[in-house]
């Protein structure tokens, strides 16, 4: 299914990842050698190995429920970069840190489609900040 707006391709990103369904996430990467994926804690995935990345992690039933805001875009003729910020939704407990995501998104003859996917958790705020634990010195 071709996308029409990279917008279009992060949504069903998203939706993919909320569903666990590894047919619905293959559909969002372009069809090539050329794309990259790489989580946090796992090795670099490129080309055919990023679908297989995605199939072992919803074949363990890791879903994943997250809140996403953008934070800057940058767009231009067939290339489109996403910088957004991901919050796990859980309920209960306290709220883990945000992790960062970078999307770079390729218009081809079919429409729009992911090519790199990368995410980092966010650095801890440096001492003295609110939201990082004091330590105590001796």
């Known amino acids: ?7 279009d391709v992060e949504d069903a990103y998203y939706d993919a990842l909320d569903s ?10 372009e069809s090539s050698e050329q794309i990259v994926c790489l989580l946090p804690m796992t090795p670099l995935a490129i080309g055919a190995a990023v679908q297989r990345l995605w199939q072992g992690i919803f074949a363990r039933g890791i879903r994943f429920d997250l ?3 953008h934070l800057t875009w ?3 003729d067939d290339l489109a970069i996403h910088l957004v910020e991901e919050r ?3 309920h209960g407990g306290p709220m883990p840190p945000p992790i960062y995501a970078t999307k770079v998104y390729r218009r081809a003859a ?9 995410n980092s ?7 003295g900040m609110p939201g990082r634990p004091a330590t105590a010195v001796a």
């Open 1 to 7: 299914m071709p996308f029409a707006t990279p917008q």
């Open 20 to 29: 666990g369904d590894a047919e619905a996430m293959a559909r969002v990467w």
């Open 67 to 69: 809140q996403v805001r």
């Open 74 to 76: 940058i767009e231009h």
């Open 88 to 90: 796990s939704s859980r």
């Open 110 to 118: 079919d429409g729009w489609c992911l090519v790199l996917h990368q």
């Open 121 to 127: 958790p966010t650095p801890p705020p440096p001492p």
